[in-house]
């Protein structure tokens, strides 16, 4: 008896789980526009989509041209190696000190496709959710002062896992 | 529910249309889905895009929204897509 009542607990369970989680750990142009194109397609579907922003990832929600408030010589060091912000992503290959990049830049141009900045802000009027992870703010010394107000909470991984068990479809890019 | 030939397309007056031309994925999905929200139950709308995944990925979001696919007429690279909105709200 007991063991029926919860098997019908987890079909219940599982026809609850129509999420998406993304986890983006990287912070290139290119992978980071395929996930935005994942979030923005099943938002479309109905579905909840919750970004959790990681690592390189977090690079996509700092302001852009925003100024370096690092403290301790390592941490500010990195934040001038590692700039971040949308209009500063590189390509995962053929970047070439930023001539491939820019390329690639003016080729999706062309084609109409929307750049990471407008897809941020396309994601965010869909009402998909934007985590970003408190450890590499710590690591890196990012301040939220230094990141965007898209942002919806700031949170470690267990957030992510509890996102993550209600979903169906959940990637790490 | 069969696919409707492109005879019966022809037959169909769409309610609204939606230029989603020289768009690339997921774009012209994305502008559907905010374009049928503000449609009312029963109407039928066209979408013109250029970018071939839609002839598969119309009817996969027709699937997974509860809408209805009525096809799709292809011509010199331009795809005219039709669906009529089922779901409500």
Known sequence: ?173 | MSEATTKDLDDITADESLDAYGLLCPMPIVMTAKLVDSMTVGQVLEVVATDEGIKEDMPAWCESTDNEYLGVKEKDGEYRVYLRKTAAG
């Open chain 1, 1 to 173: 008896m007991a063991e029926a009542s919860e098997k019908t607990a987890d079909i219940v369970k599982m026809e609850s789980k129509n999420k998406v989680t993304i986890v983006i750990f990287s912070g290139e142009l290119d992978k980071v526009l395929a996930a935005f194109n994942i979030a923005t397609g099943a938002r479309s579907m109905g579905k909840e989509v919750t970004l959790f922003f990681t690592f390189w990832g977090l690079n996509v929600l700092r302001k852009n041209k925003a100024k370096n408030t690092a403290k301790g010589w390592m941490k500010k060091m990195f934040g001038w190696i590692n700039k971040g912000g949308t209009e500063k992503l590189p390509l995962s290959r053929f970047h070439m000190a930023g001539a491939g990049t820019s390329m690639m830049k003016k080729l999706m141009l062309q084609h109409k496709m929307p750049s990471p900045e407008e897809m941020l802000m396309l994601s965010k009027e869909m009402g998909v959710k934007i985590i970003a992870c408190t450890i590499t703010m710590g690591i890196m010394g990012i301040e939220k002062s230094a990141l965007r107000d898209e942002i919806d909470s700031y949170a470690g991984v267990v957030t992510y896992l509890a996102e993550a068990e209600k979903s169906s479809v959940n990637l790490f890019i």
